[in-house]
């Protein structure tokens, strides 16, 4: 138990399905962020929310929409993704949006794209 | 631009062995350098480093970092199967997240 939480675990969809990655953190954290994490790649930042507002958007393509209702839910919002979006989606809090600080992953959401 | 590169990219080693993970780095304003553990599920934290020189260690595991050569070192003794693990290193610096290494995958046979 990592104190963030991320759901579904699992996801395979469609080009044209909609779907979205949740994710929960229960150390009353006021920073969370996306990561993508490919074969053989290094692990991409996609976006950071400090204190509810999005603060890095690290030119990600717009079918994929961050939705940060309050510090404690982060959601990843998928619309006509690629094949090529396969990956494992991480999510990461920290206490603060702040670069020295120690962040705090969840265990992913493997997304299949078919 | 912020870059990270670890080496080797993969190691086999037999339990008992003793590994030296490598992390360089190349970051503008450097504030902390980050090591994680990565098994089939979230990175999990294991040191960080912000001084030179000075070696943090827990069990088995100990890092240093050399802030005058753009360098830390993971080191791992008397490696365990369950030691096998993709090791992430990240750095950190200015206002930037963190940005991270492609790992090293370090597979430790009986």
């Known amino acids: 138990e990592t104190g963030v939480t991320q759901t579904p675990r699992h996801l395979v969809m469609g080009m044209t399905n909609k779907k979205s990655l949740k994710c929960e953190q229960h150390?009353?954290?006021?920073?969370m962020y996306w990561y993508k994490q490919s074969a053989k790649k290094p692990l991409e930042l996609m976006f950071v929310?400090?204190?509810?507002?999005?603060?890095e958007n690290n030119s990600v393509p717009s079918r994929f929409s961050p939705e940060c209702p309050n510090s404690s839910h982060l959601f990843l919002h998928l619309h006509t993704l690629q094949p090529e979006d396969s990956a494992l989606y991480l999510c990461?809090?920290?206490?603060?949006?702040?670069?020295?600080?120690?962040?705090?992953f969840g265990e992913g959401s493997w997304l299949t794209v078919v | 631009e912020d870059k990270v590169v670890q080496s080797p990219l993969s190691l086999v080693v037999h339990e008992g062995d003793t590994v030296t993970l490598n992390c360089s780095y190349e970051?503008?304003?450097?504030?902390?350098l980050l090591w994680y553990k990565q098994e089939k599920k979230a990175p999990t934290f294991l040191f960080m480093l912000t001084s030179s020189g000075i070696e943090k260690k827990s069990g088995r595991l100990s890092s240093i970092l050399d802030k005058k050569e753009l360098f830390s070192i993971l080191n791992i003794t008397a490696t365990q199967t369950g030691d096998s693990a993709v090791y992430l290193c990240a750095v950190a610096g200015g206002n930037t997240p963190l940005v991270f290494g492609k790992g090293t995958r370090l597979s430790v046979i009986a």
């Open positions: 929310y400090s204190l509810e507002e999005r603060v």
């Open positions: 970051v503008t304003n450097f504030r902390s």
């Open positions: 990461a809090s920290s206490r603060v949006f702040d670069s020295g600080n120690t962040i705090y």
């Open positions: 150390l009353g954290h006021n920073a």
